[in-house]
C-alpha cells in the first residue's frame, strides 16, 4: 500500500503560514487600536475635568487671563480630541483592511485542505480498488488450484 501524498503539501503550508501571518497582524492592528481608543478616552476625561475645574474657577471669580489660560487649554484638548479621533479611524481601517486579508487568507487554506481531504478520499477509494483487485485475484487463483 502506497503512502498518500498531497502534490500542493507545500502550498498549504504556505497557506497555513500566511494564515498565521495575517492572524498576527490583525492582533497587533487590533491592539493598536485598543491604544488609540485609550488615549482618545484620556483625552476626553482630560477635558471634562478641566472644564469642571473651569466651572469651579468661573464660581470664585478668577481673572481674564486665568481664564483666557482655561480656554486655551480646552480648545488645544478639543484639537488633540480631533487629531485623537482621525487616528482611531486610520486603525479601525486598518484593522478591518487586516480582518479582510485573513478572511482571504483563511479561505484559501480551507479550499487547499478541501482539496487534499477530496485527493485522500480518493486515494482510499484506489487503495481499496486495489484490495479488492488483489483478493479477487487470490480467489480466482485459489479456484484454479483446486481445479487443478
Known sequence: MAKFQFKMDTVLRLRENLEE?????FGRAIAELDRQKEKL???IKERERMIQEFHEAVKNRIDSR???RYN???KLLDKKIEDQLIAV??????VDECRQ?????TKE???LEKLKEKQFQQYLIEEKRE??????ELVSYQTFAKGI
Open 21 to 25: 501571518q495575517k492572524k498576527n497582524e
Open 41 to 43: 478616552n484620556a483625552l
Open 66 to 68: 486665568k481664564s483666557d
Open 72 to 74: 486655551k487649554y480646552i
Open 89 to 94: 479611524k486610520k486603525c479601525e481601517k486598518i
Open 101 to 105: 486579508e485573513l478572511i482571504d487568507a
Open 109 to 111: 487554506k480551507k479550499k
Open 131 to 136: 484490495e479488492q483487485k488483489v483478493t479477487d
